[in-house]
């Protein structure tokens, strides 16, 4: 069996098939390193019911967490793969920590976006590359090859449409055949491809991209060859606060505890709650330049997280201590902000929804001593990719399954909405990438075995 893509979908997958009793399991990745986007997350998987929310007092369920999905999403064309990786989350999470040796633990400081408790599990340190390391170390504590620096040209398919392997190129070969029983894509989406953000996701084309350089969309070049459907293709995950010009993220908890985003006439233009990702199209379509605003307290939270505290360190945040200073470090017209802060702040103080329809404020009301960033929206990776059935097949625009042919992560269709942002819950692409990767592995080895 043959894994394209060495991410957190690759290794899973493969770590999965081995375990229900595939052997020849082979992970091949065309990057000399592991940087793709499980590794430049935070590492965070959402699941519900688990045993570590138990143990943490958090009352859960699957249920729970598919309606705050499906009021986030509304209707898209992987619902029902949604539903499934929902109802086996807390599966995999634990499996993930118990069987695989991945360090995940609850995440209770916070809720994150589209969740109405605290259902996040992630490494400690807040990095995916430490979930990355813990799975690449199940793969070869089990003996199963990853090859670094191999990129698949294309995938080999016989008369019939049935998918029998791939061309590999490595360091010194123009192209290897390898023939497979199962062939699994686990690659990257198509952010890094300028021409395809063009066709399929022109709300964020154009937009300073932030996500894994390999995502360059070989998935949908091989899925229109094999004549394979695709779904979501106009949905991505988006982050409005990329500071500028330091290129690091403003942590979301800034916005999330009260803060706001203007735009160029120093005016708010949305509702800043609906997420990092769902806003970073409102974000895109401002004139620059753009700054969030925030107070010393929220400082104080945000600073608790690694990241942020590192752009403080580099001069990310300005301080002043009134309104007219905020205006002369911003550059922005000093009544306009006086009047759009004055606004928020009587709302905030009422505890009502604003013209926006803004109704959470965190700590605001805001006051002195303020701080300012200034931001551009970012672009972290696409949603969208070929349709799968809830076992990880591909299938065809006509619902029958390509023959031999799986995919997930980046390359398969994701579980945030069928366009725009808006629709992306924190914690749902890990859930996607690694929970489609988990149950192709395991369709592969019963496939493989003769028990479908």
């Not at 589209?114 to 340190?125: A, C, K, Y």
């Not at 908890?253 to 009260?258: F, N, V």
């Not at 805001?366 to 809830?390: E, H, K, M």
Request: some cysteine; aromatic content about 6%; overall charge neutral.
């Amino acid at each position: 069996m043959l894994v394209i893509g060495a991410g957190g979908c690759g290794l899973v997958a493969a770590i999965a098939a081995h375990d229900a009793g595939v052997p020849g399991v082979a992970v091949v990745e065309k990057s000399p390193r592991l940087r793709g986007d499980t590794s430049m997350s935070t590492g965070s998987v959402a699941a519900a019911g688990t045993r570590f929310q138990r143990a943490a007092g958090i009352e859960d369920s699957a249920e729970s967490m598919l309606e705050d999905f499906m009021r986030l999403t509304g209707p898209h064309e992987m619902s029902g793969l949604c539903r499934v990786l929902v109802r086996e989350s807390a599966g995999l999470v634990e499996w993930l920590v118990d069987e695989v040796g991945a360090r995940l633990e609850i995440i209770t400081a916070y809720r994150h976006v589209g969740h109405s408790v605290p259902r996040l599990h992630g490494p400690r340190s807040r990095r995916g590359q430490d979930l990355v390391d813990d799975l690449l170390r199940a793969a070869e504590k089990r003996g199963i090859p990853v090859a670094l620096a191999n990129p698949v040209q294309d995938l080999v398919a016989d008369e019939a449409g049935a998918v029998i392997g791939a061309v590999v190129r490595g360091d010194r070969t123009r192209g290897t055949r390898i023939g497979a029983r199962k062939v699994i894509v686990a690659t990257n989406g198509f952010g890094a491809n300028a021409e395809m953000m063009r066709t399929y996701c022109p709300e964020m084309a154009g937009a300073q991209y932030f996500g894994a350089e390999g995502s360059t969309g070989e998935a949908v070049l091989w899925g229109r060859q094999v004549g394979a459907g695709f779904a979501n293709m106009a949905a991505y995950l988006g982050y409005a606060a990329v500071a500028y010009p330091h290129g690091s993220l403003l942590s979301w908890t800034t916005i999330e505890k009260g803060g706001v985003v203007v735009n160029a006439r120093g005016e708010r233009f949305g509702d800043e709650s609906v997420g990092y990702s769902g806003f970073a199209g409102a974000v895109m379509r401002q004139p620059a330049p753009t700054f969030a605003i925030f107070d010393e307290r929220i400082r104080e939270v945000a600073a608790q997280e690694e990241e942020f505290g590192k752009l403080l360190e580099m001069g990310g945040a300005t301080r002043a201590t009134s309104i007219g200073g905020l205006a002369a470090a911003t550059g922005l017209d000093g009544e306009a902000l006086d009047a759009t802060l004055l606004a928020y702040n009587q709302a905030a103080r009422a505890r009502t929804a604003d013209r926006f329809s803004r109704s959470s404020f965190g700590l605001a009301p805001l006051g002195p001593p303020y701080f300012s960033c200034r931001i551009v929206p970012g672009l972290f990776n696409t949603q969208g990719g070929l349709t799968v059935d809830a076992g990880g097949r591909v299938l065809r625009p006509d619902g029958h399954a390509i023959p031999n042919l799986l995919a997930g992560g980046g390359a398969a269709a994701g579980i945030a909405g069928h366009t725009g942002g808006a629709g992306y819950a924190s914690g749902s692409g890990l859930l996607a990438a690694l929970g489609v990767g988990r149950l192709a592995g395991r369709t592969a080895a019963r496939e493989i075995q003769g028990r479908a």
